[in-house]
């Protein structure tokens, strides 16, 4: 199941999105389907020599063959907001009050207006998603819990094997890496605050 098409249907965000409910950092789908979100680092593979992409490519292979189960790889790529980011930059002149440090601020803003100027400066982040489909009966959540979190931990494992940092995304990062897919404009300008996402949580408003 992909969990993020999107239909031209006017249907609301909930159905859309297929997601029942988040429940201790899980994903609750129709049908007792499952997901679990892990946020990962990534390899520059070309910068690494002959003899280290050789052993990155076996190991991965081994990583590949101890799956317990099948994964979904998402890149998220994003425009950096520039603009934002040299507004927070600026704000710490008013702190300083040497006229070197204060310049310092000015000519590395003017370097990075420079820099990017015509340019888009892109973000990419790296996401494994684990499903899990419990098929019998009996839907205790605990125990749902438990055989994921087992499936996730052998990947984890993997994963760090290769090199890579990985931590599973709690259900606030969750509710904001959707926000932040369906609201790609307002994302940049109305960040989503762990309180906001906790009040909607709470009025069951998602």
């Known amino acids: 199941m992909w969990l993020l098409s999107k239909s031209n249907r006017k249907v609301s965000s909930r159905k859309q999105i297929r997601i029942k409910e988040v429940k201790d950092a899980i994903?609750?789908?129709?049908?007792?389907?499952?997901?679990?979100?892990?946020?990962?680092?990534?390899?520059?593979?070309?910068?690494?020599?002959?003899?280290?992409?050789?052993?990155?490519?076996?190991?991965?292979?081994?990583?590949?063959?101890?799956?317990?189960?099948?994964?979904?790889?998402l890149v998220r790529?994003?425009?950096?907001?520039?603009?934002?980011?040299?507004e927070e930059i600026s704000k710490t002149k008013v702190i300083e009050k040497e006229k070197v440090y204060t310049d310092q601020i000015d000519n590395y803003c003017q370097f990075i207006k420079n820099l990017v100027s015509g340019n888009k400066i892109l973000s990419r982040r790296f996401y494994v998603v684990v499903p899990y489909q419990h098929l019998d009966g009996n839907k205790d959540f605990n125990l749902i819990k438990e055989q994921i979190n087992l499936n996730r931990d052998i990947?984890?494992?993997?994963?760090?094997?290769?090199?890579?940092?990985?931590?599973?995304?709690?259900?606030?990062?969750?509710?904001?890496?959707?926000?932040?897919?369906?609201?790609?404009?307002?994302?940049?300008?109305?960040?989503?605050?762990?309180?906001?996402?906790?009040?909607?949580?709470?009025?069951?408003?998602?």
């Open 27 to 73: 994903l609750i789908l129709p049908n007792n389907e499952y997901r679990l979100a892990i946020e990962t680092s990534s390899i520059n593979f070309e910068l690494k020599s002959e003899e280290e992409q050789d052993v990155l490519i076996d190991s991965f292979q081994n990583f590949l063959n101890s799956l317990p189960c099948k994964l979904q790889i």
């Open 77 to 86: 790529v994003r425009e950096v907001d520039i603009d934002r980011y040299l």
């Open 155 to 206: 990947i984890l494992r993997g994963l760090e094997k290769l090199g890579m940092k990985a931590k599973q995304l709690d259900g606030l990062e969750i509710l904001d890496l959707f926000y932040s897919f369906y609201n790609s404009n307002q994302a940049k300008t109305q960040e989503l605050k762990g309180h906001a996402i906790q009040a909607l949580i709470t009025n069951n408003y998602v």
